[in-house]
Structures are given as structure tokens and as C-alpha cells.
């Protein structure tokens, strides 16, 4: 038993090993894993795509089977009686199974029934479900008619009908907006206070793994360590520090200063850019401004995600694809030009029968611009993308992509575009390099300029080991890197990225980045949409929606400004962003 752990722990693993065969191959997915998990607390699982965690909940649930060692939960032997764990134990998987057409209602009647809730039982709890997670007013609408953040709480609540000691949930806030993972988070504690719940929890969310009692932090199949965020994050005092440059914009400074020696991590942080250095001291840092250009920088209070960082990167070494994406955007950032409109967009609507689902949006965009769509779930976000991209026709208004009235010349614009979709499109059944060959041949790259742009695609996205791997079974992070190679094949002028980081861990987010920040200075268009506000700190400027109307547009730094007051005198873009969709919500009411 791991150290430290009662008897009476809620959950607990000792030695715990787990093996898949895989193509003819054995793959380690836990290795000699110890853990304990306190009863009545708040446990976050964390770790880059491959850690294992997923591997670990349904180990936990007694859904697999381990090759070595023992699992307890709630003094249940895992591995002798899964089926008595499955009865007690809650676990709502990544992909939790709602049945799309089914109501809320008819969904919440499923679930009591496999759970064995007793009918006499149900009403009471429906309506404390159904009052927790705001869901009352929509129970007999359609599973598959919910947005993404009303899909997740209607999982929790199915999860919840009966109420476990032990929850375990496998990424519950993945593609989820601020706000809805917020009320997520209300309702876990909830469960915490009021039924004395024990939680486990995997997340891509760091400002989330600050939130729990306790973080396990996991790495190819090993536990690296477990104790409070705080005890994560205090060992970084020294080693975290803010730079600015009046005379680089945000991102150019952010590019450079990653490819600094002896700086390990490098992230926009509102106006500023903020570093890791691997010892507690400040890394030289006079290449970063030529001719002796201004450099301002200042102590950071470190924080759990500048340990994650720390502790998974190990040292401040750039891949050579990283280090060649530094130099290409330094370069690239004087000859770009950034001042003409390539798309324009004028009232523009979308309706489905009588629902607006895009109504009176305008917006421009500059060459070489960042730009976002931000919005919560169900804003309009993806449906304004896909008229832009020419995918779904508009019902009003008027577009202009890179000088095509998309309305008359759909097929000239896509030619010029590039669309990386919000889950995974490209073939499953295809290896990366069969995948890659279709979209070469779909953009008209035939023979040379095909092998020379595939050739492109391997090594700039590392993809070259994995060429004869099926799509299917890539990482998560892989998988994001095969479908941006594949937009990318023909060399758009515009690229567009539909929540293109969702799941995705913060290795891999920023990895992500950097090749964006790159095709940005070489004066590539790039719109896109996310949930991780603090994504939203590397667009030029960007627009926040709601029920498919803009509540606002400007910089990231105009959107925090107007939320600056002395309870928040240094507001982040997730306290600007909740603030602007309540003020729209108590709006809406008082007009009501």
C-alpha cells in the first residue's frame, strides 16, 4: 500500500502495471503505479497525452483488468469483485454515452434504471439535478439538440442519479466554454460538501489541477509525484519571471525568447511574455532585442502549470523543428505585410428554419492576423466558420475572403483556404502517410510538388516515424499535428481552426502554438476558436459572441480593460469573458 494511506482511503493502487498488444508490439500504458486518494477530497489526474490516466479511471472503475498489483476502491478489492465496483463507483468516461435522440428527461429515466434508483426516489432527485445543473427549463428537449457544456452536465447529472462515494471523471470539461466549466466545478464540490463524495479527476485544464486538494502528476505510464498544487508550485520561486519589449509585438518576443538557452518554457501572458528559466536565476536574454533594443523584465509568482511545464520538459532544449520554426519566423517577420482586409464580413446570418443561429455579425480581418471567435458554448462560433470556409451556405449578408465574394465564387475562395475541424477529419482507416498523399492529390499536387510537400509535412511536424502508423491510433496530440499538416498541404493564405486544442494536453497546446505564431509572421491569415482563454492572449485582436450575435470586438488587452476595477486590478481574459456572457445573461432577463 502506498505510504501515507489509510485503510479507509477512497481509492487506492498498489504496483498496479497495465499492458496492451499493439500491432505485433507490447505497449507499458501504467508502470508499478502507486496511489492513494483521501476519502472526501477533490483528486486531479494530470499528464500530457500517453500519461496513462485514462488507462487509470477505468482500471479504477473495474472496467480492465491489471497484469500486476492491487486496486481498492472503497475497500473493495477491484481485481476479485469489479461487478460490486461498477454498482458503487461513478465513472463518467471522455465520451460519456447520452443517447442523442432521447430527451433529458427520457435520459435521466435510462440511467435510474441501470443504476437501480427506486421510482419513489427519482422525482426529488431529478429536481436537485436538474436545479444543480440549470438543465430544469430544457428536460424534454432532444439529447443531441444540447450544446456542448448542456451535454456534459446532463452526462453528470446521469452519472449522479445515484449518488457515489467514489466519482471518477475522465476529462469532463474537455471543448467546454469558461463558463460551463465553472458550473461543472460548483457542482463537483457540491457533491464534495453535501454527499461527502471522494473525487478523481483527469483534466487538460491546469488552472483546474489548482483547484483540487491534491494533484497526481503522471508521465509515460509513471506517477512523477502527488501532493497540493502548492507543493508543485513552490520549489519554481526564482525560476519564473515577465519580460516585455516596447519594440516587439507579443508573439515575435514570445518566439524568440523560447529559443533562448536556459529558458525552458516561454508563453503570452496578456501584454507581456512569461518564462521558466531551468535555474533560479535569469537566462542571458541580450540576443532577444537586436541593437540593443529595450528589455523590461520582472519576478512571476510561479504557479502549478510552470511546474508541469518544468518537470515534463526537463531541460531547455528546442526540438530542431522548433528551434528551425524560431528562426523562420524571425525572418519572416520583416517582409510580411499586415495591413490589407482579407476577409470582410458584413451583417452575415445564418438561419435554420426559424432559428438564427448567426444573426448580424460584422467583423474584418487583417493579412498575417491572429484573430479569434470566442463565444460559449452554442455561440455561433463554428457556424460562422463554416460559412466562411464556404462549407455552409450564408442566408444573409455579406462576405469577402481573400477578395472572393463567397456568396458567387465558393470554389475560387477554398482554394486559397486551409480548415483544420474541431474533431478529428481526416481518415481514420488511412496511415499519416496515406492521408497525407489524399490531400496532396485533392489540392491538384501532383508528382514532384506532391512528394515535395509531403516531404514538407513529415518533418515539420515530426510526423516521419509515425508515416506508416493508422490515424486512428495516434496520440491526441499527433493526431492535431497530422490534421494541420494536411490543411496546410497547399499553402493557404487563411488558415481557419475550429477549437483546434481541445483534449489536448499543455505539451502539445504549446507546441501547437509556436507553428501558429510562425505562419502568422510569414503573413498567413489565422482564425480560430477556443476554450482556453489564455489562448485567447496570442490573437491580434478578437470577437466575443453570444446566441450568434458579437458582444464585443477588440484586443485581448480592450476586453480586460473593461473589466479592470480594485477587485480585479489585473483581470484575465476567463474573468473578462465570464463577466461579459453574465452581464449578457442579466440583460436578457431583465428584458424577459
Avoid at 535555474?279 to 537586436?290: C, G, K, M, N, Y
Avoid at 480548415?419 to 496511415?431: C, I, V
Amino acid at each position: 500500500m502506498p505510504p501515507d494511506v489509510s485503510s479507509a482511503a477512497a481509492l487506492v493502487f498498489d504496483g498496479v502495471s497495465k499492458r496492451f498488444g499493439a500491432e505485433g508490439r507490447t505497449v507499458t500504458a501504467v508502470q508499478s503505479v502507486d496511489i492513494g486518494i483521501e476519502a472526501g477530497k477533490v483528486a486531479g489526474l494530470i499528464g500530457p497525452d500517453g500519461a496513462g490516466k485514462t488507462t487509470l479511471m477505468r482500471l479504477a472503475a473495474g472496467l480492465l483488468r491489471p497484469d500486476e498489483g492491487r486496486i481498492r476502491a472503497l475497500n473493495i478489492d477491484v481485481v476479485e469483485h469489479p461487478l460490486a465496483v461498477q454498482s458503487t463507483v461513478g465513472y463518467m468516461p471522455q465520451r460519456f454515452g447520452l443517447y442523442e435522440d432521447l430527451s433529458v428527461q427520457e435520459n435521466l429515466d435510462l440511467y435510474a434504471d441501470l443504476q437501480g434508483v427506486a421510482k419513489a426516489d427519482r422525482p426529488e432527485r431529478y429536481r436537485a439535478l436538474m436545479h444543480m445543473t440549470g438543465l430544469a427549463p430544457f428536460t424534454r428537449r432532444l439529447a443531441g439538440h444540447l450544446s456542448g457544456g448542456m451535454k456534459q452536465k446532463l452526462g453528470l447529472a446521469c452519472t449522479l442519479v445515484r449518488p457515489p462515494r467514489l466519482l471518477l471523471l475522465d476529462e469532463p470539461t474537455a471543448g467546454v466554454d469558461p463558463v460551463s466549466r465553472r458550473e461543472l466545478w460548483s457542482i463537483v464540490y457540491r457533491q464534495v460538501r453535501e454527499q461527502g463524495m471522494s473525487v478523481l479527476l483527469s483534466t487538460a485544464y491546469l488552472d483546474e489541477a489548482a483547484r483540487c486538494d491534491e494533484v497526481i502528476l503522471m508521465h509515460e505510464g509513471r506517477r512523477l509525484g502527488q501532493g497540493s498544487p502548492q507543493s508543485f508550485s513552490a520549489p519554481m520561486r526564482g525560476r519564473t519571471f515577465r519580460v516585455t519589449a516596447p519594440a516587439l509585438n507579443k508573439r515575435t518576443l514570445q518566439t524568440r525568447l523560447s529559443a533562448v538557452p536556459g529558458v525552458i518554457d516561454a508563453i503570452i501572458e496578456g501584454e507581456q511574455v512569461r518564462i521558466v528559466s531551468a535555474t533560479p536565476h535569469l537566462p542571458d536574454l541580450s540576443a532577444v532585442v537586436e541593437d540593443g533594443g529595450a528589455l523590461r523584465t520582472a519576478p512571476a509568482d510561479p504557479v502549478f502549470e510552470d511546474a508541469f511545464i518544468a518537470r515534463l520538459k526537463g531541460d531547455a532544449s528546442m526540438s530542431s523543428a522548433h528551434a528551425r520554426l524560431a528562426e523562420e519566423s524571425r525572418a519572416a517577420a520583416a517582409g510580411a505585410g499586415h495591413n490589407d482586409a482579407v476577409i470582410e464580413v458584413r451583417d452575415l446570418q445564418r438561419r435554420f428554419g426559424d432559428f438564427y443561429a448567426v444573426k448580424g455579425v460584422s467583423f474584418s480581418v487583417q493579412r498575417g492576423e491572429v484573430f479569434g471567435l470566442l463565444g460559449a458554448n452554442g455561440a455561433g462560433k463554428s457556424t460562422t466558420f463554416r460559412m466562411l470556409c464556404g462549407l455552409l451556405p450564408v442566408t444573409a449578408g455579406e462576405v469577402q475572403v481573400a477578395g472572393v465574394d463567397l456568396r458567387h465564387a465558393v470554389a475560387q475562395a477554398r482554394a486559397r483556404l486551409g480548415y483544420m475541424a474541431q474533431r478529428f477529419s481526416l481518415y481514420e482507416n488511412l496511415t499519416v502517410l496515406q492521408n497525407l498523399r489524399f490531400f496532396a492529390s485533392a489540392y491538384g499536387l501532383h508528382r514532384a510538388r506532391g512528394k515535395q510537400r509531403i516531404a514538407w509535412a513529415l518533418e515539420a511536424f515530426e510526423l516521419t516515424d509515425y508515416a506508416g502508423a493508422g490515424s486512428r491510433d495516434l496520440p491526441l496530440g499527433f493526431k492535431q499535428r497530422l490534421a494541420m499538416a494536411a490543411a496546410l498541404m497547399h499553402e493557404p493564405e487563411i488558415l481557419f481552426l475550429d477549437e483546434p486544442t481541445s483534449g489536448v494536453d499543455p505539451l502539445a497546446r504549446r507546441e501547437f502554438w509556436q507553428r501558429i505564431n510562425a505562419l502568422a509572421e510569414a503573413g498567413v491569415t489565422v482564425l480560430v476558436t477556443t476554450h482556453f482563454m489564455d489562448e485567447a492572449n496570442y490573437c491580434d485582436r478578437l470577437v466575443i459572441m453570444a446566441e450568434g450575435e458579437v458582444l464585443a470586438k477588440g484586443t485581448p488587452a480592450d476586453m480586460k480593460a473593461r473589466f479592470r476595477d480594485a477587485e480585479h486590478p489585473d483581470p484575465t481574459m476567463e474573468d473578462a469573458f465570464i463577466s461579459m456572457i453574465e452581464a449578457h445573461e442579466q440583460r436578457k432577463e431583465a428584458a424577459a
